[in-house]
């Protein structure tokens, strides 16, 4: 049995994947709710309450950190819900897969970030980040942590939640608070999840950090301009807003002022290197096209039923 905690779109990849070879999964989440199957049982439960999550994840094989707390209390909710998985995973025994971000390098960097790329990071998530990580290692358990880029797949916080889809659906135009014509590294959800699987049955990853294979860097016009390609939507028309904006939102908006603290990534190149994962496990991101698929059929699915 594998345990998840979190049922968003890695959480819910994770899920299937696994059930689709054969594993028994409990994802565990506050509603209860997450993806139907017959070998996935949904668990409604406070992954913070540490009593209850260890009684949840006896018997397991591992467990899979997919939580994704809100943006604004990540410094409030982490701490305890980071607590409680570690102390779990160590009381039983288990591999702890942590989903990780690039949040902890800070940035901006001048070149590709690796997984020997120094824990720099200033911010308040960031910081968060590093801890989390630095916790799980010093509780002598079994674990890894997955990082990825910005999330290409379906119902992922994107470029695409954000901006393209719904100026698609009112056909306007995109209004991106990016620099659109940097090169910027996103992850496909699927291979998130993929590598959290891989790399859980796998000793060689367990005390390291490792990069979730991702495709090349792209313009986020060039990212696009595919996007209309593959789902024959659009186009409609991609500006960049000014990158003060967010700033200045920041100050009467909570969410504006967490998105202004991170906003480094998207106005200079940001560039992700998965070269050591994909060697050591053998693992290749999937096809953009693909992704971006997954994305329009969803977002098609949604409309329908919308109407």
């Known amino acids: 049995m594998h345990a998840i905690v979190g049922s968003g779109p890695v959480?819910?990849?994770?899920?299937?994947?696994?059930?689709?070879?054969?594993?028994?999964?409990?994802?565990?989440?506050?509603?209860?709710?997450?993806?139907?199957?017959?070998?996935?049982?949904?668990?409604?439960?406070?992954?913070?309450?540490?009593r209850r999550l260890t009684e949840l994840t006896e018997g397991a094989f591992a467990?899979?950190?997919?939580?994704?707390?809100?943006?604004?209390?990540?410094?409030?909710?982490?701490?305890p819900l980071s607590d409680a998985m570690i102390a779990a995973a160590k009381a039983n025994d288990?591999?702890?897969?942590?989903?990780?971000?690039?949040?902890?390098?800070?940035?901006?960097?001048p070149g590709p970030m690796t997984e020997h790329s120094p824990?720099?990071?200033?911010?308040?998530?960031?910081?968060?980040?590093?801890k989390m990580w630095q916790d799980a290692l010093a509780s002598g358990v079994r674990t890894f942590e997955a990082r990825g880029s910005d999330y290409i797949g379906a119902r992922a916080n994107s470029i695409f939640s954000f901006a393209l889809l719904p100026a698609i659906a009112k056909n306007r135009t995109a209004w991106c608070p990016a620099d659109i014509d940097q090169v910027h590294s996103f992850t496909y959800t699927g291979d998130m999840a993929r590598t959290l699987i891989t790399l859980a049955r796998d000793e060689r990853s367990y005390g390291k950090a490792w990069h979730v294979p991702s495709p090349a860097p792209i313009a986020i016009r060039d990212l696009a301009r595919r996007y209309f390609a593959v789902s024959g939507t659009g186009p409609v028309p991609l500006r960049r807003l000014p990158r003060w904006t967010t700033r200045a939102a920041g100050l009467v908006w909570p969410m504006g002022r967490e998105l202004a603290?991170?906003?480094?990534?998207?106005?200079?190149?940001?560039?992700?290197?998965?070269?050591?994962?994909?060697?050591?496990?053998?693992?290749?991101?999937?096809?953009?096209?693909?992704?971006?698929?997954?994305?329009?059929?969803?977002?098609?699915?949604?409309?329908?039923r919308t109407m």
């Open 119 to 130: 824990l720099a990071a200033t911010g308040r998530k960031g910081r968060v980040r590093i």
């Open 261 to 304: 603290e991170m906003d480094y990534q998207f106005w200079a190149p940001f560039r992700l290197d998965s070269t050591l994962t994909e060697r050591t496990f053998g693992l290749a991101p999937t096809d953009l096209d693909v992704a971006l698929k997954e994305v329009a059929d969803d977002a098609a699915a949604t409309a329908a």
């Open 94 to 109: 288990l591999v702890y897969a942590i989903t990780g971000n690039l949040y902890v390098y800070g940035g901006p960097l």
């Open 11 to 50: 959480g819910t990849a994770t899920a299937r994947q696994l059930a689709d070879q054969g594993e028994r999964v409990r994802m565990i989440t506050r509603s209860g709710r997450g993806p139907q199957h017959p070998l996935i049982e949904l668990v409604a439960a406070d992954a913070a309450d540490t």
């Open 63 to 79: 467990l899979y950190n997919c939580a994704n707390p809100q943006y604004t209390e990540w410094e409030k909710k982490w701490p």
